[in-house]
DNA sequence: TTGTATGCGTTATCAA
DNA sequence: TTGATAACGCATACAA
């Protein structure tokens, strides 16, 4: 049994489908009674509007989506409940694509924009002329983590000054000499903030900036291969900052196989905190990013963009917090249970107070 | 600037919109000539066919969808790899739609489905009359997880005979006499199984089914909250065997908090096999379930019902694999680092076999 | 080999 | 207060 259509109900009810439209979307005048029949006639026939037919017609999609290179890591669930919590709350559907292997991602993304009204772009998914396309085409686009491009407004989570403090951290708090930086400043702008933190914690101690960034990319197993290659370099390292968790945790085996312990032989950190962060032990020092709050900012653009208002093309940093594990040598070695490990938290640039469990 | 249409590309290449819509869709004879023509005046405008169009006219929208109730836990990362390798294979579009606290989600999930041609719906998200419904619209249906419709093509992880092979390891290999049961049956027919695979574990070695299950909801706070309850009763709980790893994880927790340590006090085990059972100490005893196969074997499915074949009615059921880490009693306490832990598993029904890290 | 005309389900314009 | 009818972008039976 196929959907019944406007038609039908018009019929059903003894009148036009204009008038059913009406009742519909609640336009224009319609006499007390005729709306009773209407109404009666939808519930009847269990009629629900189509979508396809609305769409065509030029109205709105009341739908909107958002692109992910890849929803393998650990990111994107996050960044999914805000926006969805966003939308939930704003009546609108959500849609998740994920490009990752797909051979023509560009078409694929254009595709995906027919079905919504407005999109949110992640990293290493649309950019420059293929988002010049997309916009062309009427999609309201907010960007995730992306470098700004004019024009268009962006969600992102500010680095920076956390490498920075994290790297100060090690150099002053710990009094360490020889830190590295793991991971491709390439992969993204975060990424590259992250880097350039980790010069300025340096270059504000007056320190000569170490050689790296030791490129590779943000998988576990990279983290450990590269970590094998570091730990048996001439010069001793005596902190790993990573990009991210899961390259921190690679070289965490990477210690173990080389007979290091953490944090006494080497000290660690990651980006992201994790649910294996807390686990480990020790315990990840590491940065939490409030990706839930991510996704509901740029929902919340998306609704001013989707009510008109074409003036929020810039770009909102979002902070991030900094969890002192035991990973930097910090706190006990309690290793007993991970679950229990001690732990401190920095909000904002440098306010410190601590936070149960 | 708006989208070209398929009317400009035919007055562009001279022709009607007829001959255009051959050229697109590779049907019928078109001269050569004026199928260059065309083809230029494709290129030209940067034509792309208007998904909404194609779809209305009563096309196949080459796009399937997949429905989570929750787009948070480890389940659904694992299952869109797989669906989605099946997808790009098959040169179709991916739409992942999570119904989690959303009010009406019968009618999001309606709504959805107008976007797709199949749709791979997971526990907890649509059933029984609804079900009927979106069957009724022509939608290609498989279930995941799912109590297994009349009808309806299913997958399903094998779920009991792990869960009575796990139980017996604890009663026989480790000779205990006091199981219990953390997680709510109700919740998936997965879950149920489990539960059946636990009480099929004692009655296969002539013990009394002890009390229980222990009904909480599948989250490590609640997995807490229970154990500690459940470690203050009277009667010494020797091992607990948990729905999931969160839960699990939450029962380390309270462990350490009322001074037991795992295995030597208190044994556990998870079902997931999430991240952070690998680097909890001592590693969780668990199963690992091939979720990207899952996603990969109801792809395939797909294929076999958008194909017009509708005789694949049946229960496809993929096995899992146990995961002896060290939270059952097996193996050392090595504690330097959760990265080596020293692990083994068991295919299938039994068959054991060493897995490297 | 090509074109005309119709339908798909809705909204919107205009007239009644 | 209501109703014809024309879009919207495409596919397709049928005609030429």
């Not at 609108?92 to 694509?97: M, R």
């Not at 051979?103 to 993304?109: G, I, K, T």
């Not at 790297?167 to 992250?194: K, M």
Request: charged fraction near 20%.
């Amino acid at each position: 049994m196929a959907r019944a259509t406007i038609y039908e109900v018009a019929s059903r009810a003894g009148v036009s489908i204009t008038t059913v439209s009406r009742v519909l979307n609640d336009k224009g005048p319609v006499a007390e009674a005729t709306r009773h029949r209407i109404v009666n006639a939808i519930r009847e026939l269990g009629y629900e509007p189509s979508w396809l037919g609305r769409a065509l017609a030029g109205q709105r999609r009341n739908a909107v989506g958002i692109v992910f290179p890849d929803l393998a890591g650990p990111y994107h669930a996050g960044v999914i409940a805000g926006l969805e919590a966003w939308a939930a709350a704003s009546d609108v559907a959500l849609f998740i694509l994920g490009t990752h292997r797909r051979r023509q991602s560009s078409a694929l993304v254009e595709e995906f924009a027919q079905h919504v009204d407005g999109l949110v772009l992640t990293a290493q998914t649309v950019q420059g002329e293929e988002l010049e396309r997309l916009l062309d085409q009427g999609v309201k686009v907010v960007l995730l983590g992306q470098p700004v491009q004019a024009g268009v407004p962006a969600v992102r989570v500010e680095s920076q000054s956390y490498a920075k403090t994290l790297t100060e951290h090690f150099l002053v708090d710990h009094g360490l000499q020889h830190l590295g930086f793991l991971g491709d400043p390439n992969v993204s702008p975060d990424i590259e903030e992250r880097w350039q933190g980790f010069l300025d914690g340096h270059v504000s101690q007056g320190r000569r900036p170490p050689g790296g960034p030791w490129r590779t990319s943000l998988r576990e197993s990279n983290g450990y291969k590269a970590a094998i290659k570091l730990l048996a370099g001439r010069r001793r390292l005596e902190a790993i900052v990573c990009a991210n968790d899961e390259l921190a945790l690679g070289v965490y085996t990477a210690a173990v196989e080389r007979g290091l312990r953490i944090p006494q032989d080497l000290r660690v950190s990651g980006w992201d905190d994790i649910p294996q962060a807390r686990w480990a032990v020790p315990g990840l020092t590491t940065i939490h990013q409030p990706l839930e709050a991510l996704g509901q900012r740029a929902g919340e653009i998306l609704t001013a963009l989707l009510e008109g208002k074409n003036l929020v093309a810039a770009t909102t940093w979002i902070p991030s917090t900094l969890i002192i594990r035991q990973s930097c040598g910090c706190g006990g070695e309690r290793e007993e249970a991970a679950a229990e490990s001690p732990q401190s938290s920095i909000h904002g640039a440098g306010e410190a107070k601590t936070t149960p469990k």
